[in-house]
Antibody, heavy 120, light 107 residues
Framework: QITLKESGPALVRPAQTLTLTCTFSGFSLTTSGVGVGWIRQPPGKALEWLALIYWDDDKRYSPSLKSRLTITKDTSKNQVVLTMTNMDPVDTATYFC????????????WGQGTMVTVSS | DTQMTQSPSTLSASIGDRVTITCRASQSISNWLAWYQQKPGKAPKLLIYKASTLESGVPSRFSGSGSGTEFTLTISSLQPDDFATYYCQQYNSYSRTFGQGTKVEIK
């Protein structure tokens, strides 16, 4: 059974760097074809894809946020970490991580999400 | 960057109705399109991938069609559990984009 869980600070100050961790079980990020992505959702708004990392360490970023994002993986800990620099109140959102398999290229299993508020 | 436009934004329907949601891509994405259902306070749930393949465990009243730039999600007979917000999501040129969502409400 695949599960994912997001963790990180609930409150971040403007201009700070956000670090979120996705801890997963039931699969390995060393298995060919597997990926883990990050998606966010501001309150009452639509989903927004942020970043994706594959089993082979290939990485993809949203073009509009690429300069602020870094995604990494720690296969020994079954974790994927997303950092976002220069946080702004408009970045207030629920942040989700999700499992992906390249054959479908869809996010088939999602974490519960973690709410991050950016405020001074 | 490929933009996705969903219509309508809100849809009011009754139990048993046939419901269709449309998603248009700003450029061709072949069949690299997925549909998700999201209920308030919950994570999205994958319904369909590759435009028309039903995810395991999803009821057969859900179906998807289309290719290129125009896609549809159809619910053949709306059930109480289907009132939710639906999102399309494309994969093209190593990037991904979600549509703005369609909220299906009770009429």
């Amino acid at each position: 059974q695949i599960t994912l869980k997001e963790s990180g600070p609930a409150l971040v100050r403007p201009a700070q760097t956000l670090t979120l961790t996705c801890t997963f079980s039931g699969f390995s990020l060393t298995t060919s074809g597997v990926g883990v992505g990050w998606i966010r959702q501001p309150p009452g708004k639509a989903l927004e894809w942020l970043a994706l990392i594959y089993w082979d360490d290939d990485k993809r970023y949203s073009p509009s946020l690429k300069s602020r994002l870094t995604i990494t993986k720690d296969t020994s800990k079954n974790q994927v970490v997303l950092t976002m620099t220069n946080m702004d109140p408009v970045d207030t959102a629920t942040y989700f991580c999700a499992h992906l398999f390249v054959m479908t290229d869809a996010f088939d299993i999602w974490g519960q999400g973690t709410m991050v508020t950016v405020s001074s | 960057d490929t933009q996705m436009t969903q219509s309508p934004s809100t849809l009011s329907a009754s139990i048993g109705d046939r419901v269709t949601i449309t998603c248009r891509a700003s450029q061709s994405i072949s069949n690299w399109l997925a549909w998700y259902q999201q209920k308030p306070g919950k994570a999205p749930k994958l319904l369909i991938y590759k435009a028309s393949t039903l995810e395991s465990g999803v009821p057969s009243r859900f179906s998807g069609s289309g290719s290129g730039t125009e896609f549809t999600l159809t619910i053949s007979s709306l059930q109480p559990d289907d009132f939710a917000t639906y999102y399309c999501q494309q994969y093209n040129s190593y990037s991904r984009t979600f549509g703005q969502g369609t909220k299906v409400e009770i009429k």
